[in-house]
């Protein structure tokens, strides 16, 4: 742990001075890693491969070593071969584990990445005396390390990431949402799912310089969970979740200037509260939404409430003050003021002095509430079978939905009174 | 309607011979049966999920597959689908195995099946019907969409066409896939528990598409987990592992038919009774 915290220890501002050569290099490398990794993270979200994106980016560990052992040196080519054939390995066993044994999916991803991760872990002990293999730069990022190689290897991998994705676009999607039926077709899922796969190695041993092992899964599934939120198609989710990821990198770049932090974490951070907007923000989902949607509906529903009380209590021949309705509704004095206040402003009501009366407007639509909430009534006796007694509550509710009043006096064949023997109004 | 062609003297109820065939006259223009299953098994592992099972189906017949869970419903699908290797047998669509006519069969996924979540609308759906023949770095062209219009048109579901499909009710969404497999221009349909969790007035629209369907003289083969909706078929395969019996429903589906399919399970075959007994004679 202590290697862990020198780590963190270390004075990042010396190489991170903006817009010097060294800068340039490790922001633009981020950010190709940022919109590979956020195009790709939309199939790992959509597939509910989350943990295969994590135990790829484990499992390519012994692939690095081994391309290590075999080149010698830390060249891009090499431990990018390597990266991939341990990828691909990866996929290939969890497959083979699951598909010969009992145990489950998730845990055949646990198994084997694991076993991976802890092979490299040995290979690397067992490198010859001399040898410098820097695990902690593979566990934690190290951006000094992004050298001109990197960069030239992320603008080959970033753009040939998102050709192929535009080129097999419906075949991917249709394998991702129905992959019974892509199947039938003819697709051949199982090569998708390798290509997936090994796109996604190659875009995570990129990201490896840049995040680290531990992080990089974050920059693969938090900005395709951010688009998610807010939008209901795939092809905007693409585009969304690859700028979310862009500047997720450029901004993370900047954090950890200003904070004098490391990147890969600060880059992580701008993407996870990417991702907290979107979950708040987004128009279908949102939590603020919602929170909107539900307010404004009880609004409507208290002043709809409101309105019908003060035609009850006129129909009643009682004077209406606020006080009266507080009384025949289940609201608040607070809540009946605002409903008041929103029916003066559609001109349904009127204040004479201390008492409340309804205009014509108001009169009509209240006559049309209760109207509703009777041919509901009569609705849930004849034809949902509700007892008498049960029925009152529920019309309460279902009134609000008064624009099908008119499809139930229809099918009703127009009732006269409902299930009280009470006259059903018609306005 | 009914369509059914085959003489009530021929249902067939297995003997629980191995190379026991479903002897069924050609149709009516002399052609080869639409669907043609012989002597089919399957087997994941060392459990056999399907044993011997021939039937054949001609165009414009809707059948219904019914069987307990397990019975190897889902798998025979599969099978027709050409999704999974066969132990044994051969199954062949108007006599060319399913290799050579993958456009033909159109399949509609159980409702669960399905991820609602997943960011398609309604017309996105339906489009994917046409991406079998698009190849692999096609992109679906005007003609295509409109096959997936008329589609949506023939289910109704054209004012949803922009929605998302969580958006949509349970027989809207089975709609929706139906609308698929017709955009598909599939002429065998395989249907995999359309009726599952749907409420009686969804239930009836889906019979009135699939009977309109079968008289244009596609072929229907319908997946049944529920016993209440058996009468409505006009042929019935009871299935369990082996083809238990298989013929016009009314000879098809007796006591000792369902005790055989459900082996015994007394639970099931009380429900199935008193579905049969009282169902349907108000619709």
Known sequence: MTGVLAQLEFDWSQWSVPFAAQWWQETTCSVLVGIACGVLGCYVVLRRMALIGDALSHAVLPGVVIAFLITGNTGIGGLFFGALLAGLVTAGLIKLVSQFSRTKEDSAI????????????????????????????????????????????????????????????????????????????????????????????????????????????????????????????????????????????????????VTNSPTGPAMVLVATSIFAGAMILSPSEGVLFRMLRRHQIKLHIASEDVLKAVYRLAEARVACTVGAIVNRVELSLTSVNVALKTLTNEACVEMHSREVRLTPDGKQRAIGLVRAHRLWESYLVEEAGIGLDAIHTEAERLEHAHHLAEEIDKKLGHPQRDPHGTIIPTN | MKTTIIDPQTVVESKDQLDYRAELPPDESGNMAAVSVRGLTVSYGERPVLRSVSFDVNSGQIVGVVGPNGAGKSTLLRAILGLIPLDAGSITLSGKPISQCRNRVAYVPQTEAVDWDFPVTVQDVVL?????????????????????????????????????????????????????????????????????????????????????????GKTLIVVNHDLSVLDRFDIILLLNQQVVAFGPTNQAVNDRNLHRTYGGRLTLLDRADSALRDNRGDS
């Open chain 1, 110 to 257: 646990g198994i084997v990445f694991t076993a991976l991760f802890a092979l490299g872990i040995v290979l690397i002990s067992s490198l010859p005396r001399g040898t410098h293999f820097d695990l902690k730069c593979f566990l934690f990022g190290d951006p000094l390390a992004v050298g001109t190689d990197d960069l030239i290897m992320m603008a080959i991998i970033a753009p040939m990431v998102i050709a192929i994705v535009v080129l097999l676009y419906h075949p991917l999607k249709l394998a991702s949402f129905d992959p019974v039926v892509a199947a039938a077709m003819g697709i051949s899922v199982t090569a998708l799912h390798y290509l997936l796969m090994g796109m996604l190695s190659a875009t995570v041993v990129a990201g490896l310089k840049t995040t680290g092992v531990i992080l990089v899964v974050a920059m693969v599934i938090t900005p395709a969970s951010a688009a998610y939120q807010l939008t209901n198609r795939l092809a905007p989710m693409l585009v969304l979740a690859g700028l979310f990821g862009a500047v997720s990198a450029a901004m993370g770049m900047a954090l950890a200037f």
């Open chain 2, 128 to 216: 994917m019907g046409r991406y079998g023949r698009l190849g692999l770095f096609g992109r679906p062209k005007h003609a295509d969409r409109s096959a997936a219009e008329e589609a949506l048109e023939l289910v109704g579901m054209t004012e949803y066409a922009h929605r998302h499909i969580r958006q949509l009710s349970g027989g809207q969404q089975q709609r929706v896939f139906l609308a698929r497999a017709l955009c598909q221009d599939a002429d065998i349909l395989l249907l995999d528990e359309p009726f599952a969790g749907v409420d009686a007035a969804t239930e009836q629209t889906i019979f009135n598409l699939i009977t309109k369907l079968a008289a244009q």
